[in-house]
């Protein structure tokens, strides 16, 4: 992908957010129908896509991203807990659902936007990075590539 369209779709990923808040806060009831609904299916779909990966049978979500870094190798111990982060992933998006349709049926639009449009990109940054920092720390022994070299890696990747 070229660096000017890969710059405006991360610049358009970043702003959607905040566009949508606006839009809700500024009482457009239009927009603050199509943001619960975005936000839930976004969550949801995410709940779902990890989930399902923990099937018997199946790997972990998880556990395809450390291969990928990894270079196809997984330690017992890296399995157990990809598998572990995998349902924590899932948890979460199920609980940013449930906090956001909750905050949509009981709560003010503001509180309701303000989470689902900001909170929650925000709590999935401060998961992310937290992981990883966990994970350097508790898996010091391995080495590990930095979050953008698996990004990187990433066209690599082969849905099992």
Known sequence: MPRAKRFLTVAAFLAFPLLCHFA??????PAAA???ALPLAVNLALCALFGRTLAAGREPMIARFARLERDGELPSDLARYARALTIAWTGFFAAMAAVSLGLALWGSVLAWSLFTNVINYALVALFFVGEYVYRRVRFRHYRHLS???VVRRLHT???L
């Not at 809700?24 to 009831?29: E, P």
């Open 34 to 36: 199509l943001g619960i």
């Open 157 to 159: 990747y082969r849905p």
């Open 24 to 29: 809700v806060t500024r009482g457009d009831a």
């Open 147 to 149: 979050p953008i070299e």
